[in-house]
């Protein structure tokens, strides 16, 4: 029996596990598989392969049953999940039911879900902007959170490494608050766009109005063609699966690359419950596993750890993760696990119309936007809040169908579409503040379907959020009446934390164990054979999306954990 034993744990060991399977989690499997590891990727949710498992990517609006709207019989499912941005009828199914995995909203917050191979980078907006060193050396600067533990510098080569393989498109603008990357063609500004972009530059100095970087492929390079990848059609139904791999998902780039080199094995429906660790040892050892079908309990063995289950249920894992050496959460000596949380704002617009240009109007469909850096207490601190926002910015030509007349006259007007004036808009994304008080922990009493602790979420806005919006919304009011935009209307969405998809925070990097979980190669500070590179080892959030420093983050932690397995550090 004791043999069968051995047999039963060998085949359940491997050299690194990791944990999800999304954006970071998706290169964690790539990095390590490629460097030789014998992985073990754990996903909660089941398998969607690349082309074969997205149903809705070539339908034809009309042949949806609902004309994309979504049945009240299906949105019951969905109260939380069906207020992102992405969800319709045709991408419904890459959304988690709410029930999957209750939780308590100690503050109101929407926690979206996408349990399934890839995650939610099948539904993410695609947005990639690198981080400078205003962004790594905010904290320190404005006396919040702690200070990041790296710079640009240190990430600056892993930018262009993940760049490179997943395809970025953008210009080369120049500009000191948003580095230039590895760029592929960039997609065109509209008209409008571009005479904004000029009534900008010339009024002032410090703003400026660029075309926005996006993980599309806009020029395949071959790199992209041994991934199998084509060119973005510009379908935009990008949150249907793209059967081209015309934009980055881990469904149609790492998950497939990491399974040619035969080293990784994809364990879906595998709800992770807790990290192993060994007090004799000193270190982790595996993960248990339930089986989201038996219910059953399972381990797995490896000698290091990635932890890349998304913000919310990385800190989740760790913190269920207890031991006699750590009785309240993995690597939690300091008491900070699950603390300091924060997001990104959406909560801003500002829409308008433009009553030039109408001899000219846009065409075709474009997957991007134009993007507004961050221009707001960059070089000093000059306003009533701490840290600042960046925003998307459009501007298409509306149409409009005249509804006079009866009978005949009345279909003809309805039939014979004119253009209307051009439509602006701006969407805010601001930098929130971590706090102690923002956090998430553990139940002690309820549980989910599989029996972990349901998770307490306490994470809202404060008075910086609402200082900054408002300052959004005067400074973006004074650009568009000097650009001559009429009928300005700023907006307060009242957008609920979470929804954006940008949770961030609760297992922080930082330089002091005291102070911090992770340190500058995001290993838990007690725990070095543990990584954790998804949001929550964000420190703080800056103005731009997060997913390309999670990507640089992953592939320089895993080059780093590799070489100190070879060195039998760890």
Known sequence: MSYIHIDSTKARTYDAIVIGSGISGGWAAKELSEKGLKTLVLERGRDVKHVTDYPTTNLNPWELE??????????????????????????AHFFTKDAEQEYIQDRPYDWIKAYQVGGRSLIWGRQTQRWSDFDFEG?????????????????????????????????????PTLPDGEFLPPHEMSCVEKHFQKQVSQLYKDRHVIIGRAAHLTQPQPIHHQQGRAQCQHRTLCDRGCPFGGYYSSNSTTIPWAAKTGNMTLRPHSVVHSIIYDDKKGKATGVRVVDAHTKEMIEFYARIIFVNASPLNTNLILLNSTSSRFPIGLSNDNGLLGKYMAFHSYRGRVLAEYE?????????RRPNSSYIPRFRNVYKQETDFLRGYAASFSATRGTYQRQEGLGLALKENLHNTQLGN?????????????????????????????????????????????????????????????????????????????NENHEMGGVRMGGDPKTSLLNKWNQLHSCKNVFVTDGSCMTSTSTQNPSLTYMALTARAADYAVKQMKALEL
């Open 66 to 91: 609902h004309r994309g709207r979504v049945p009240l019989a299906i949105l019951k499912d969905y109260p939380i999940g069906s207020k992102n941005y992405a969800f319709r009828e045709d991408s």
């Open 139 to 175: 904290p320190a600067r404005d006396g919040f959170a702690v200070d990041w533990p790296i710079r640009y510098a240190d990430l600056a080569p892993w930018y262009s490494y993940v760049e490179k393989f997943a395809g970025i498109t953008g210009n080369k603008d120049g500009l």
């Open 356 to 364: 030039g240009q109408l001899d000219t109007t846009n065409d075709g």
């Open 422 to 498: 051009w439509q602006i808009y701006a969407g805010m994304m601001g930098e929130t503040i971590p706090k102690e008080s923002s956090t998430v922990q553990l139940d002690k009493q309820l549980t989910d379907l599989y029996g972990l602790p349901q998770l307490r979420i306490s994470i809202g806005y404060d008075d910086n959020d609402a200082r900054m919006l408002k300052d959004f919304h005067e400074q973006f009011t004074e650009m568009y009446e000097k650009a001559g935009f009429t009928n300005i209307r700023p907006v307060d969405t009242k957008r609920t934390p979470g």
